[in-house]
């Protein structure tokens, strides 16, 4: 069955630094990839969306690869700050498959 | 514009009681997707519609589960009857029409959800 795994559940880093959450996917092939945020008491919302023909996409301060070979999406903010604490959610979709969203990681950017 | 309206956003009932979640979509929006999400679940797809006409229900757990879209700015969730496992927040997406006919790959706006609570 679809299987989507997110980094871990919670990731804490320091103010100034990359962050790097991570998307696994197995079972699935998937033609798109989106990454949301959702804050508490919020619902998600869109941040960035890759195709499997792209290698990288860039918004700002985030940066998304998708590397189908690898079944993994990488998704980068670079220069946190503490906005920047949320969960963040992956979600993979494609024609004729059904739209999976990832159990989301929590990150806290530390002052 | 106005986003995804969501009522109530909050809801608390006791078991067996009939529950319905309401959704306005964003107005020119023909995708129309109904979520569950859960600690142990997290966002789980019941069903969504195009062009009001429901299109995959595989999500929807029971025949306790209904979902109506009477015209392109309303949707209604209904759970008759409402059983303590139903607690969740459930949550109200909708998007437009993406390149061909696959709707993955345009972003989903969300509501800010209803929580409902069975007693």
């Known amino acids: 069955s679809q299987k989507i795994e997110q980094n871990s559940e919670a990731l804490n880093i320091q103010e100034g630094k990359t962050a790097t959450l991570t998307c696994n996917y197995t079972?699935?092939?998937?033609?798109?990839l989106q990454w949301y945020r959702q804050d508490p008491g919020r619902g998600p919302v869109f941040l960035l969306l890759i195709r499997e023909n792209e290698k990288e996409k860039r918004k700002e301060r985030l940066k998304v690869t998708f590397d189908t070979t690898l079944k993994q999406s990488l998704f980068h903010i670079t220069a946190s700050q503490p906005a920047d604490s949320a969960t963040y959610l992956c979600a993979l979709g494609g024609y004729g498959q059904n739209f999976v969203f990832g159990p989301g990681t929590r990150l806290s950017v530390l002052p | 514009d106005a986003g995804v309206i969501q009522s109530p956003r909050h809801e608390v009932t006791e078991m067996g009681q009939e529950v319905t979640l309401r959704c306005k979509p964003i107005s020119g929006h023909d995708y129309l997707f109904w979520y569950r999400q859960t600690m142990m679940r997290g966002l789980e797809l019941l069903i969504y519609?195009?062009?009001?006409?429901?299109?995959?229900d595989s999500g929807m757990p029971e025949d306790r589960f209904s979902a109506k879209m009477p015209n392109a700015s309303f949707s209604t969730l209904k759970i008759q009857p409402s059983e303590p496992r139903d607690s969740a927040v459930y949550f109200c997406a909708s998007s437009s029409t993406g390149t061909g006919i696959d709707w993955g790959n345009q972003p989903q706006h969300f509501g800010d959800g209803t929580r409902l609570s069975i007693l």
């Open positions: 519609f195009n062009n009001n006409v429901p299109i995959d």
């Open positions: 079972n699935y092939s998937p033609a798109y």
